[in-house]
């Protein structure tokens, strides 16, 4: 695979990083915030979380760490990076029953090997689920911890 390439895989995912899913950055100019107490604007804006989800995927040749950031995460979970942060919190184990059902689940991915040198895994830039009876993760774990009343 050439530097700045892409290529399309058949893929099911392995495992998601359940311990490291979200960064944070500025709720204006969504700015990367690697110190939480620092203030991009006078007017001191919240910050929000969006994801950074490293998971393993296994095409029917090789195994790939691969890292999926807010959009795709979002399609993937069925929410914003801070719904889930939250729902999370109230539901400890929500990250051992994600493991649990997106372990298995098939899609096809667009990967993207980054020209920027100092990155180090390959981006999911797209991924589309096989499955037509696919739910958002969110949906599944919801109905995990029986939530009816939650949207
Ligand atoms: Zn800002």
Do not use: W
């Not at 204006?28 to 804006?45: A, G, K, M, Q």
């Amino acid at each position: 695979m050439e530097e700045g390439s892409t290529r399309r895989v058949t893929c099911s995912i392995l495992s998601v990083d359940h311990t490291d899913m979200f960064y944070r950055v500025c709720a204006v100019c969504e700015r990367t915030l690697s110190d939480p107490t620092f203030i991009c604007h006078s007017s001191n804006p919240p910050s929000k979380r969006l994801f950074r989800i490293l998971m393993s995927v296994a095409t029917d040749t090789e195994v790939l760490t691969v890292v999926c950031f807010d959009r795709v995460a979002r399609l993937l979970f069925g929410c914003s990076a801070d719904e889930f942060f939250h729902f999370a919190k109230l539901n400890p184990f929500s990250g051992v029953t994600l493991n649990e059902v997106m372990e298995g689940e098939m899609f096809t991915m667009i990967l993207s090997k980054s020209m920027n040198a100092n990155a180090q895994h390959i981006r999911v830039a797209s991924a589309v689920p096989l499955s037509s009876s696919f739910q958002p993760a969110i949906q599944l774990l919801k109905q995990c911890y029986q939530t009816p009343h939650a949207s």
